[in-house]
């Protein structure tokens, strides 16, 4: 034999050494079962089953009733509250994510002193001596309290020496309060009875967005909105900015920035004129005639009159205001004016209904400027901080950073933000879902907040009241003696409140029953309000701020961020804000005109400076923006918030001036803005391909009048006849179930609570800007946004899009390996586990809903959590999209086999069924002609029949899921779509 | 003159390799040495009222610690069996307040929802009459019509069919080979009533085109409706196990 090793030899070896290598690591590495110790005695526990606990989402101020459904002690998804009467089982998007919130892996883990662990006890002593000495200077600036922990902390703070307690939040209504406080002697919000107008007038607020309960206004907006009886009721948007909100509306009127009281003075003196009521008036309603602020406003005097004559003849009104947009240095006299003209006009008591409750609490910018100036001063010795984060939201020029410098200062929050970033002692706080509490949003709604799971078990977190009361008990012997918890505490109040209710039970059973509904919830009881006199010596002045010396800056709030908390929590991230369509970014709106002559491109860097800071953000051509206007949305530009939310975007905070209007709120709208172009190209990601439908009828409308012409009437689904039998004549198909769904498109407004619903049902990885940005990321249903026409007429139009389970679908018959087929109950099926990756049936999809796992996405710690357990979370290489929640309709389907019968209409839920504040959708059974979604989706009703279409019906893929057509009132023009030159959204550059 | 021997030499043991870490043999120990054996048949105690989310819960759990104790009481107070190393391995792991990791022996793949409590309820009506019959318990204990026999029993006997005879194991182990795998699960599936005309009548791509009857008769023949009136879960339907 030859010395050494032969070629051929060596590859014998190779081979043989390879294989055995690989085989022998081949051995199949077992799962564990792991057993409860004790199982739970006092009810019947059943591992994999859900458990839903009625609690208080504490995303905002609104305080909806919110229903966690937990599997295994894990809180898995959150829905609303169905006995709820703020939200009535429907949730936002914000909401919805909440649960990024319970098992962010940006909270704070461990008790830290000056960046450094330490042990509890440690820190509850250090907490403990630095109250004894700061006794009497102390500072609590936490969120405003609507439930009993404000009481609870105010108690606190006198048995610690005696200190103040603000209560911050950026978006308040205090401005508003104030203006009811002036106009109507009384100093709270009011209900707004949307069903009960004929025509809204919205002056400015974002109230599908942010303001008030959106969660509640869309749902009653839309009662008052939709095609009804041949007809609709009115929306119309009176402000220089266009955003979520006014995309809903039938007209949109374009007034200068700061001119909304104007405006609605304008239109009150018209109606004033008009019925003669309220004489004190008319000489004050003079001065503010249409042909007076016509200049100042921008709106010619026939158009304001119109708009008085359409509030007359087709009322009653319903003026809002307050939001951001309107909020300049005169946003109380702003207010008061659309006060007056609800009053003139006769909506006062009958769409704007007050009662008797106490006032929302919520500290003035004039106090913050106090509270700033003590801490400069050397006043305040101890700040305590919790999940508001005014660090973050002040604006710089207020020197909050600066001041916080000169105490000591404790953070009792949760998540990790900027203002805990500067605390001495970092106390974890555990969040809302983990722990006691109560909300009294309002006037009849009393809303427990219960702890739904065991602490997440990562974060060594105690709550915050606990904290606060064990270390009261440590400073002063006789502080809440009685109390052995917060929970001692609450059951205290909830005690009294039985008593007044009076309900006569034995406590205990009380408290079980207000824990299983969520609270207790009585109607409210409304006064009547009247007009004060002393509105006729409020005086509003033109603002001036449509001359040519800048641009206004609008700050407006993010739908999906809000003032910012949203930032950290990826879903929110990760979902494309509707109008923009952009992620994970921040955008200057700018009108097309302005950025034309200012040689700016869409989607181009641009620097907006004003005296008080300057930052850089791209610029988004947006029709429904003030030709003298730019709007920036807050939310963005965080720098010590989480992995999530650091490096994205801008801060627009940093661009305001440290101002205050008359009831001592911030003023939004203070600045002037200049832009310089930075650089041609951004890399700002958006996820719609193009902004026009180009004819295509994707996202489809119709008008009343075309409605109405009996000689207009559809002839039918817009399909082609059909060649093959269809399955429904085999035996083995639709029996006894045929899943369907529509969604109208009239009451969609593209909130994309059904998005973020998706996400958390159905374990969706988030996949980053970078992957977005090729196409990547993983949403089963997506919000569309199309744009027609231009101008100041343009109109938005919202389509939610998923998979359309088509019974003729291109991807199945595409599919080499049959992993996805029609299901006999007209489902398209997706068995992860037969897929091999082609992405053929991707390439077939004509609506382009299916979804590839290019990785093995990763969930980190908590996030995995939250991960739904009665799905399968699927892993690189295999193709996922819309199942109609197939879990549901599985569970669902089990337990009424166990109950002996079939489904009945209405026990299957999607998640973005449920979740949809305006109940856009409706899911069901379209072999069952009683049910909801039948009633829709066939051709036998009259009701609904001229509005039905599906989605590119031409190509015959017959989708299982009917869209109704919007109803608009009147024509836009939109059709002429192809290269309108500078109007057409390019394509996003990288 | 070694190396000649080489290739072959490691070719036998790979494959010995192979077959060893697929086979039960090497499957990892439990943290106890549990027997079956002598708490079914020497105590007489019954599968359910330990293994108690079986007939309750879509996943089936695993009798919690208390359970065991129960009977053999803590650290404090040992009642039955004071000595044995295996039981104060469990009381240990009570005192501990540490739950057993027991290795999982019949465990099915992530992506197939398997819903215990619909097989232990399930109706024997449904099975084929002829189904079970012809079962040889000596020769052939794990037959197709053994499993069925031993299914259509009901109660206990009923864990068995899938479980083989636990009460006969000291330690617990897969008397199938093939547990699990589709194929195993689809011969007592196929085993219902209409499922074989249904094969034809258009659930499965082969024959769709097949059958055009639509009334309630025709849905009784191929298993989709029982006699009570209400639908039964279409078992030839990939979407029934794989979502």
Not at chain 1, 804 to 824: K, L, M, S
Request: with cysteine; net charge neutral; hydrophobic share 35%.
């Amino acid at each position: 034999m030859k010395k050494g090793l032969s070629r051929r030899n060596l590859f014998k070896y190779m081979g043989v050494g390879g294989a055995t290598a690989v085989v022998a690591g081949c051995e199949k590495s077992s799962e564990k079962l792991i057993p409860m110790l004790i199982p739970p005695t006092d009810y019947e526990y059943t591992p994999h089953t859900a458990y839903k606990y009625m609690t208080t989402c504490r995303e905002c101020d609104s305080a909806c009733g919110m229903m966690v459904t937990t599997r295994e002690h894990r809180a898995q998804k959150a829905e609303g509250n169905p006995n709820h009467p703020v939200n009535q089982g429907a949730l936002c998007a914000r909401g919805q994510a909440s649960l990024q919130t319970l098992y962010n892996p940006n909270r704070h883990a461990h008790p830290l002193a000056d960046g450094k662990q330490i042990p509890w006890e440690e820190g509850m002593q250090q907490f403990s001596a630095i109250i004894k000495a700061a006794s009497g200077a102390i500072a609590y600036l936490g969120k405003p309290a609507s439930g009993s922990e404000g009481d609870f902390v105010d108690e606190w703070l006198q048995a610690a020496g005696g200190g103040q307690r603000f209560k911050f939040n950026l978006l308040t209504q205090k401005s508003q309060i104030e203006a009811n406080k002036i106009a109507f002697d009384h100093a709270n919000v009011p209900e707004y009875a949307f069903e009960k107008a004929g025509v809204v007038f919205n002056f400015s607020t974002d109230f599908l967005e942010n303001w008030g309960n959106p969660v509640e206004n869309a749902r009653r907006f839309t009662d008052m909105h939709v095609y009804k009886n041949g007809r609709k009721n009115k929306f119309i948007h009176i402000s220089p900015q266009v955003s979520l909100t006014g995309a809903k509306a039938d007209r949109w009127i374009v007034i200068n920035p700061g001119t909304e009281g104007l405006v609605a003075l304008a239109i009150a003196s018209v109606i004033q004129k008009e019925n003669g009521t309220y004489k004190f008036l008319k000489k004050y309603l003079q001065a503010y005639s249409p042909e007076k602020v016509a200049e100042a406003t921008g709106v010619s005097a026939e158009t304001l009159s119109e708009l008085a004559i359409d509030a007359m003849e087709h009322g009653p009104l319903l003026a809002l205001g307050g939001g951001n947009v309107s909020a300049t240095d005169q946003s109380v006299e702003t207010l008061v004016g659309v006060n007056i003209l609800n009053a003139v006009s006769g909506a006062l008591n009958k769409t704007v209904l007050f009662s008797d409750q106490t006032t929302p609490e919520s500290s003035t910018h004039q106090d913050l400027t106090q509270l700033i100036s003590d801490l400069n001063a050397g006043k305040i010795k101890l700040l305590i901080v919790d999940d508001s984060n005014p660090v973050y939201a002040l604006p710089p020029s207020m020197g909050f950073l600066q001041a916080l410098k000169k105490t000591f200062v404790v953070s009792l929050a949760s998540q990790k933000s900027e203002t805990t970033h500067t605390a001495n002692l970092v106390l974890p706080a555990l969040t809302a879902y983990e722990s006691w509490g109560d909300a009294f949003p309002r006037n009849g709604v009393r809303s427990i907040q219960q702890p739904v799971m065991s602490t997440v078990n990562m974060f060594d977190a105690r709550a915050r009241e606990d904290i606060l009361l064990s270390v009261a008990q440590n400073v002063n012997k006789k502080a809440f003696s009685e109390n052995s918890s917060y929970l001692d505490y609450l059951q205290n109040i909830w005690q009294k409140i039985q008593r007044k209710v009076g309900d006569k039970r034995k406590f205990d059973s009380f408290w079980i029953s207000v824990l299983e509904n969520g609270g207790i919830f009585e109607k409210p009881k409304f006064v009547r309000a009247s007009l004060n006199r002393r509105v006729a010596s409020v005086k509003l002045n033109d603002p001036g701020m449509a001359s040519s010396d800048g641009l206004t800056l609008f700050p407006t709030t993010s739908l999906l961020l809000g003032d910012g908390s949203g930032a950290n929590k990826p879903w929110l991230q990760e979902v494309p804000d509707p109008m923009s369509q952009i992620v994970w970014d921040s955008w200057m709106e700018i009108n097309p005109d302005t950025a034309q002559k200012l040689g700016i491109n869409d989607r181009a860097i641009v620097e907006i400076s004003t005296p008080y800071g300057s930052v850089q953000a791209t610029a988004y051509y947006h029709f429904g923006i003030h030709r003298n206007a730019i709007a920036i949305p807050m939310g963005q530009g965080h720098q010590h918030s989480g992995d999530v939310a650091d490096g994205f975007g801008i801060n627009v905070m940093e661009l305001l001036p440290d101002q205050m209007d008359k009831a001592g709120s911030l003023v939004f709208v203070g600045a002037k803005a200049k832009l310089k172009l930075i650089n041609e190209k951004s890399y700002t990601v958006n996820t719609d391909g193009n902004a026009r439908q180009l004819g295509r009828d994707i996202s489809a409308a119709t008008t009343v009048e075309e409605l109405n012409n009996p000689e207009k009437h559809s002839s039918g689904h817009n399909r082609p006849v059909e060649f093959y039998p269809d399955r429904s004549e085999t035996a083995g198909y639709y029996k006894p179930y045929r899943w369907g769904m529509t969604i109208d498109l009239d009451r969609c407004n593209g909130c994309s609570a059904c998005v973020v619903a998706c996400y958390a049902e159905n374990n969706l990885p988030v996949v980053g800007k970078v992957r977005t940005a090729i196409g990547r990321e993983m949403s089963w249903i997506r919000m569309e946004r199309y744009i027609e026409g231009y101008g100041d007429d343009f109109e938005t139009r919202f389509s939610p899009m998923l998979c359309q389970h088509c019974g003729n679908a291109g991807c199945e018959t595409v599919c080499p390996v049959y992993a996805t087929y029609h299901n006999p109950e007209g489902l398209n099926a997706m068995v992860y586990n037969r897929c091999v990756g082609t992405r053929y049936c991707s390439n077939n999809c004509a609506y382009k809903v299916r979804r590839f796992n290019w990785f093995n996405y990763e969930f980190p710690a908590p996030l995995d959590q939250q991960l739904n357990t009665t799905i399968t979370t699927r892993e690189v290489g295999v193709m996922e999209k819309c199942t109609f929640c197939v879990q549901r309709i599985k569970d669902a389907k089990y337990d009424a086999k166990n109950l002996g019968r079939d489904l009945e209409d209405g026990e299957v839920v999607t998640a973005c069924q449920q979740t949809c504040p305006t109940k856009a959708i409706t899911f069901g059974n379209l072999m069952d002609p009683e049910s909801k979604v039948a009633k829709n989706a066939l051709r036998d009703n009259p009701a609904k029949r001229d509005r039905q279409y599906e989605v590119l019906a031409e190509l015959n893929y017959k989708p299982a899921v009917t869209y109704l057509k919007k109803v608009n009132t009147r024509e836009v023009d939109g059709h002429d779509s192809d290269n309108h030159g500078s109007h057409e959204q390019e394509q996003a550059h990288s | 003159m070694v190396l000649r021997y080489i290739f072959p030499i490691s070719l036998i043991l790979s494959v010995f390799f192979l077959a060893l870490s697929s086979s039960a043999v090497l499957a990892e120990e439990q943290p106890i040495a549990f027997s079956h054996k002598l708490h079914t048949v020497q105590n007489g105690i019954a599968c359910q009222y330990c293994h108690l989310y079986a007939r309750r819960s879509f996943s089936s759990g695993v009798p919690p610690v208390s359970t065991c104790i129960g009977c053999h009481g803590p650290q404090e107070q040992k009642l039955v069996q004071p000595e044995s190393v295996e039981v104060n391995k469990m009381r240990t792991f009570w005192s501990n307040n540490e739950p057993i990791p027991w290795v999982k022996i019949h465990d099915i793949p992530d992506f197939v929802r398997f819903p215990h409590k619909e097989h232990i309820n399930a109706d024997s009506n449904r099975l084929l009459d002829d189904a079970g019959a012809g079962c040889d318990s000596e020769n052939a204990p794990r037959s197709l019509e053994c499993k069925l026999a031993q299914f259509r029993t009901g109660g206990d006997e009923r864990c068995l069919a899938c479980h083989g005879d636990v009460r006969q194991m000291e330690v617990i182990v897969q008397v199938d080979e093939n547990f699990a795998t589709m194929g195993w699960c689809m011969e007592c599936h196929l085993q219902v009533k209409g499922a074989k005309e249904r094969k034809r009548s258009g659930n499965t791509m082969a024959g769709w085109y097949h059958a055009k009857e639509l009334n309630k008769k025709r849905e009784a023949d191929i298993g989709l409706v029982n006699e009570k009136g209400y639908h039964n879960p279409n078992l030839l339907d990939c979407y029934t196990c794989h979502y």
